[in-house]
């Protein structure tokens, strides 16, 4: 699969009906949809946990990563 990332600031984003449509599309058509959250590193592991479950209710399974740009920390980017 080619990958393609996501930068999103707010995780419930994600979770909007078109935005879910097109990331199912996104994976029929051989593309490995990944999501990078944008905000404090303090936050990051519950940001990213929250982005999974919300993903996960919404039946995708994806990569999620965060960045913190102003200190220039990125937290769950093993891709």
């Given at each position: 699969m080619?990958?393609l990332c996501?930068?999103?600031?707010l995780?419930e ?6 935005t879910v449509?097109?990331?199912r599309?996104?994976e029929?058509?051989?593309?490995e ?6 905000g404090?590193s303090s ?6 946990a929250?982005?999974r479950?919300?993903?996960r209710?919404a039946?995708l ?6 960045i913190a740009?102003?200190e ?6 093993d891709?």
């Amino acid at each position: 699969m080619r990958p393609l990332c996501f930068e999103v600031e707010l995780p419930e984003t994600l979770v909007r009906r078109a935005t879910v449509q097109r990331l199912r599309h996104l994976e029929a058509t051989g593309i490995e949809p990944r999501v990078c959250l944008v905000g404090e590193s303090s936050r990051h592991e519950r940001q990213i946990a929250e982005a999974r479950r919300m993903l996960r209710r919404a039946g995708l399974s994806l990569s999620v990563a965060a960045i913190a740009p102003g200190e220039d920390t990125i937290t769950g980017a093993d891709w």
